[in-house]
C-alpha cells in the first residue's frame, strides 16, 4: 500500500517535467532591438513565459501569433526621471494644492492612473524621483505593480528625496509660525542627519537615493548660470559614502555648477536636469562615467507659467538648453532619456521628449537607445531591460511607421507587451 503514492507522485512528476510553458510568436515587420545601429526585417520573436527565447525566422509549432508584420517593435520603453505621485507642478499654487490638499491615499490613487498611462504609453519601467511629499507611497505603487495589483511599468522608487533645511516647499516663512508645515523632501542638517535619512529610505524600500543639490538659479555679470548649494561637502560625502555603503546609487538635482560638480565628487551617479552644465562639469561627467538625464520638455512646458508667476528663471534658461545638449552629446557624455513627467500633467505624453532630442542633435535611433539601453545600463539592468535579445525580458512595444524617418511617431504607441502580458494591441485599428 505504500508503493502506490510513491508510483503516483513519480507519474505526476514526469508530466509535470515534461510540460512546456506556451510559446508567443511575434512577427515583426520592422525590428529595433535597441542594441543594434540597424533595424532588422521579417524577423519572429520567441516569447516563452516573461522572457524572450529568441529571434528566429519562423514561427515554432504550436505557438500563438501576434501579427506586427506591419509595425515597427521596440524594446519596451524606460524613463529614467518621473513623479508619479505628482500631477503638474507649473506654478507653487499647483504644487502647494497637492501636498495641502490631497491626502497621501488619494494622491496614491492617482498615482495608480499615472501607472497605467505610462504604460499604455509604452514605458514598461519607469526610475521614480521622489514622491513630493507623499512620503513612501512610491514603494506600495511598486509592489502593487509587481503583485499584479495593478498594471503599471516596473517601478525603481527613490521616496523622499533629501535637501537641507529650509531649502524646499513648503517655505515656513509663507504661513504661521505656529504651524508646522508639510514637506515635499526630507529635511537634513549636518553628516549625522545625511547618514540617518539616506538609512531610513534605503530601510523602507528605496532603490535610489536622490538630493537636490543646488537651488536660486540666477545669471552672474559675465551672462554664465549660477546657483546656490543646498549642501556642504560633508553632507554630500556622507550621502554618498551611506548609499555607496548599501551597494545603492544616488541621483542629483542640479542645474549648474555650483551643484554639479560637488554632487558628482561625492559619487552621483546621475545629474537630472544640468540645463546651465558647463564644460568643466561635462569633462569631469566624462570622467567620472556619471549619467545625464537632461529633462527638456518639462522646462519648456513650465517656463512661460512659471515667468508670469515671478520665477523667471526657467524662462532664461530656455536659450543655453540646446546649446548646452549639443555640447554634451558632442562630447560623448551618456544621455538618458528623462522626462519629469508629473512637473507636466500626465495628460502629456511623456514620449515628447524624443522630439527635443532629436531636434537638438541626436539621430533617432540615438534618442531611441537613450531609453533602452543607455537607460538599462543606468539601472543596472544591461541584458534584462532595454532590449530584444535572447534572455531579456518580453518587455516589447510597437508602433504603425518609422521612428527613424519620423521620432515623432513614438507618441503614438499601438502594441504593449511587458514580461510577456498584452496590456495594449491596436496594431491597424488606427489606435481604436
Known amino acids: 500500500m505504500k508503493i502506490l503514492p510513491c508510483i503516483l507522485l513519480a507519474v505526476a512528476g514526469t508530466l509535470t517535467a ?9 512577427r515583426c515587420g520592422t525590428l529595433i532591438d535597441g542594441v543594434g545601429d540597424v533595424p532588422r526585417h521579417d524577423v519572429v520573436l520567441v516569447v516563452e513565459g516573461n522572457l524572450v527565447k529568441e529571434i528566429t525566422g519562423g514561427v515554432p509549432a504550436g505557438a500563438r501569433v501576434i501579427d506586427l ?17 505628482l500631477q503638474g507642478d507649473v506654478t507653487e499654487e499647483d504644487y502647494d494644492e497637492q501636498l495641502l490638499k490631497e491626502s497621501i491615499p488619494y494622491r496614491t490613487l492617482r498615482a495608480s492612473v499615472s ?50 533645511t529650509g531649502h524646499y516647499p513648503l ?5 504661521a509660525w505656529e504651524i508646522h508645515m508639510p514637506k515635499g523632501v526630507q529635511e537634513i542638517t549636518g553628516q549625522a542627519e545625511a547618514r540617518r535619512a539616506v538609512r531610513e529610505q534605503l530601510s523602507y524600500g528605496a532603490d535610489w537615493i536622490k538630493v537636490y543639490a543646488d537651488r536660486g538659479y540666477y545669471r552672474s555679470p559675465d551672462g554664465a548660470f549660477r546657483s546656490l548649494p543646498n549642501f556642504t561637502d560633508d553632507e554630500l560625502k556622507a550621502i554618498g559614502d551611506e548609499t555607496r ?26 545629474i537630472e536636469h544640468g540645463y546651465a552644465m558647463d564644460d568643466e562639469c561635462i569633462a569631469l561627467m566624462l570622467k567620472k562615467g556619471v549619467y545625464w538625464c537632461p529633462t527638456i520638455y518639462v522646462n519648456i512646458f513650465v517656463a ?27 562630447a560623448g557624455v551618456k544621455i538618458v532619456f528623462g522626462t519629469d513627467v508629473g512637473g507636466f500633467p500626465w495628460t502629456e505624453n511623456e514620449a515628447k521628449e524624443f522630439t527635443y532630442m532629436v531636434k537638438w542633435g541626436m539621430t533617432p535611433m540615438q534618442a531611441i537607445k537613450s531609453a533602452t ?60
Open 304 to 330: 512661460e507659467g512659471r515667468a508670469a508667476a515671478g520665477n523667471p528663471a526657467n524662462k532664461a534658461l530656455l536659450d543655453v538648453q540646446p546649446v548646452v545638449f549639443a555640447k554634451a552629446l558632442k
Open 115 to 164: 501607472c497605467r498611462t505610462a504604460l499604455m504609453n509604452g514605458f514598461t519601467t519607469l526610475r521614480d524621483m521622489e514622491t513630493e511629499g507623499a512620503m513612501y507611497a512610491d514603494v506600495d505603487l511598486k509592489k502593487a505593480v509587481a503583485r499584479g495589483v495593478i498594471d503599471g511599468p516596473r517601478l525603481y522608487v527613490s521616496t523622499r528625496s533629501i535637501n537641507t
Open 245 to 270: 555603503a548599501s551597494r545603492k546609487k544616488f541621483a542629483a538635482h542640479a542645474v549648474t555648477r555650483d551643484g554639479i560638480i560637488p554632487a558628482i565628487n561625492a559619487g552621483a551617479s546621475s
Open 18 to 26: 515534461g510540460a512546456q510553458t506556451p510559446l508567443t510568436a511575434i
Open 373 to 432: 539601453t543607455v537607460a538599462a545600463e543606468l539601472l543596472d539592468m544591461k541584458g534584462k531591460i532595454g532590449e530584444i535579445a535572447p534572455g531579456a525580458f518580453a518587455d516589447i512595444v510597437a508602433v504603425e511607421g518609422d521612428p527613424l524617418s519620423d521620432i515623432g511617431i513614438l507618441q503614438q504607441v499601438r502594441f504593449v507587451m511587458k514580461e510577456g502580458k498584452v496590456y495594449r494591441n491596436e496594431v491597424g485599428t488606427g489606435g481604436r
Open 171 to 175: 517655505p515656513n516663512s509663507l504661513y
Open 69 to 85: 508584420s506591419h509595425a515597427t517593435v521596440l524594446p519596451g520603453l524606460i524613463d529614467a526621471h518621473t513623479h508619479i505621485l
